[in-house]
């Protein structure tokens, strides 16, 4: 569990300074709309009733919808607004954090008792005096309440700030999940878990310093929380640096290659940062946009995704074709494949019968389909469903390891796998044929943002890579970071498949 540990630090940093941020914008929000709204009972109806209907949208959700709305608001004022990372992660923890702050705020106003507020009428005060000397302090047990929820809320939440490319403990626990490495889940949610307890503690110190009138104690909670994010502050305040951010999707062989790509990088004297977990679409948004500089993308996810191209050619013609494609549009570069193939492919256990997505066709209505995260919604799942008919009895999506696990199990019957998976042999599984054509290539392609791909160094320091890489090898690489036992990390499996990538490319004595 020592390399889980290690990454702590710096996650807990930026983990901590977007909570606070996302607290301290709900509380200036929340708290004097809470005032206006316990006074005017129409207020307190829209602006509850949509704090409320926020709690309903799921977390990851919320923040996959701000991602096109950035875009378009981006778009709009001419670019400059960041549409992955801090900013889609502050805006949609505000919002999850709004909903206990409002309420209880005018739950704690409403719950004062009437002839209170007379008395206080009654000796003169103004309204601002009544509310700062008299309806504050009665109603703070209530709303601090709210506060301590929000806080708690809020720390939890921010783990899938991840999703987005914001480096949060979110990042040990998907990663754990993804290479079933149970060492990084519970290190990430133990260090959650004792920020979320040790926030609600001080805050809490704080509610019994109001409510009790012992100053010291309240000053004593805000000087230990302020101390907290000063201490997370401190590695933001150093210099800033270029740093070349590495994209990756959420599965095994993505991470590997980042890891693969930074050691070059930083070999070649680049300081370089990872943002993972990207989704397909988000990945390449992120490289037009320069969320990222650099990922490795696959052809036939360009093809049809951002290209929208629907017939399938011959793998040379489609790299021609996506080289030109992005020389005359997008805001990429192409550096080039990397010598391997990882296409979608739709396999069974070897008991099962069946040799070619024809013969399941006739089988497909009595069989469950597993398939992973984005399958089921791609044009290539529409290309093959279309073009075999298939109709399966039922179809459920799955993170790629828990996939395979899945038709092991029996759960599934059919799965979406990768052909560069090493657990595909190691397994004995059956790749179906496909006659018809209906899947497009994936050679995997390095691209980089056009600044770096031009850049003399850069390229140097990743043109070796170029048709370097074996099938062979990185199924190799896969299946050490995903077997059941004696699992390597990503870096590991990276430095294995660099060494193999040396071996093969050193002159003969």
């Not at 977007?18 to 829209?46: F, K, W, Y």
């Not at 017939?311 to 494949?337: C, E, F, N, V, Y």
């Not at 039922?394 to 052909?419: C, E, K, N």
Request: hydrophobic share 55%.
């Amino acid at each position: 569990m020592t390399d889980a540990l290690q990454q702590l630090p710096p996650l807990i940093a930026s983990h901590v300074l977007l909570a606070a941020a996302a607290l301290l914008l709900a509380l200036l929000v929340g708290l004097p709309l809470g005032v206006l709204a316990a006074r005017r009972p129409r207020l307190a109806g829209i602006t509850v009733g949509f704090a409320s209907l926020v709690q309903t949208i799921p977390g990851l959700a919320l923040l996959a919808l701000f991602y096109p709305l950035l875009l378009a608001l981006s778009a709009l004022v001419g670019g400059g607004i960041p549409a992955l990372g801090f900013l889609p992660a502050l805006l949609a923890l505000f919002l999850y954090a709004l909903l206990p702050i409002l309420r209880n705020m005018v739950a704690g106003l409403n719950g004062i008792d009437p002839a209170v507020l007379q008395a206080a009428d009654g000796v003169g005060m103004t309204r601002w005096q009544r509310l700062r000397l008299v309806e504050a302090p009665l109603a703070a047990p209530v709303a601090m309440a709210g506060i301590r929820t929000a806080a708690v809320w809020t720390i939890g939440a921010a783990t899938l700030a991840t999703t987005v490319g914001y480096p949060s403990l979110g990042n040990p626990i998907f990663a754990g999940l993804q290479l079933e490495r149970w060492d990084l889940v519970l290190a990430g949610c133990i260090a959650a878990a004792l920020l979320a307890l040790a926030t609600d503690g001080l805050l809490a110190l704080i509610e019994k310093g109001i409510g009790g009138r012992r100053p010291l104690w309240t000053l004593a909670g805000i000087g230990l929380l302020a101390l907290g994010l000063l201490l997370a502050l401190v590695p933001q305040l150093r210099a800033p640096e270029r740093t070349v951010t590495i994209g990756a999707k959420n599965f095994s062989e993505q991470f590997i290659l980042a890891r693969l790509i930074g050691a070059r990088l930083e070999r070649a004297g680049y300081r370089v940062s990872y943002r993972e977990g990207l989704g397909s679409a988000v990945a390449f948004r992120a490289l037009e946009r320069g969320d990222i500089d650099v990922y490795v993308e696959y052809s036939g996810t360009l093809w049809t995704g951002a290209m929208g191209r629907t017939d399938t050619p011959a793998r040379a013609a489609m790299l021609r074709a996506i080289a030109q494609w992005m020389a005359a549009g997008p805001k990429t570069g192409l550096i080039g494949p990397l010598g391997f193939e990882n296409a979608y492919a739709l396999a069974v256990r070897a008991d099962s019968g069946l040799t070619s997505m024809a013969e399941l066709a006739g089988r497909a209505p009595q069989l469950t389909l597993g398939a992973d995260l984005e399958f089921l919604d791609r044009p290539e799942w529409r290309a093959v469903r279309d073009a075999y008919r298939l109709r399966f009895k039922a179809t459920r999506a799955y993170s790629p390891t828990f996939m395979y696990r899945a038709l092991a199990s029996g759960q599934a019957d059919v799965i979406s796998a990768f052909s560069s998976d090493g657990r595909i042999a190691a397994d004995r599984l059956t790749v179906l044929a496909d006659p018809k054509g209906a899947m497009p290539h994936y050679d995997a392609i390095l691209l980089a943002a056009p600044a770096y791909a031009q850049d003399a160094r850069f390229a140097a320091a990743l043109r070796p890579l170029i048709g370097a890489i074996r099938v062979e090898d990185m199924r190799a690489a896969n299946y050490s970071v995903d077997r059941d036992s004696g699992k390597a990390t990503p870096e590991a499996a990276a430095v294995a498949l660099d060494r193999a990538i040396r071996a093969r490319s050193a002159p003969s004595p």
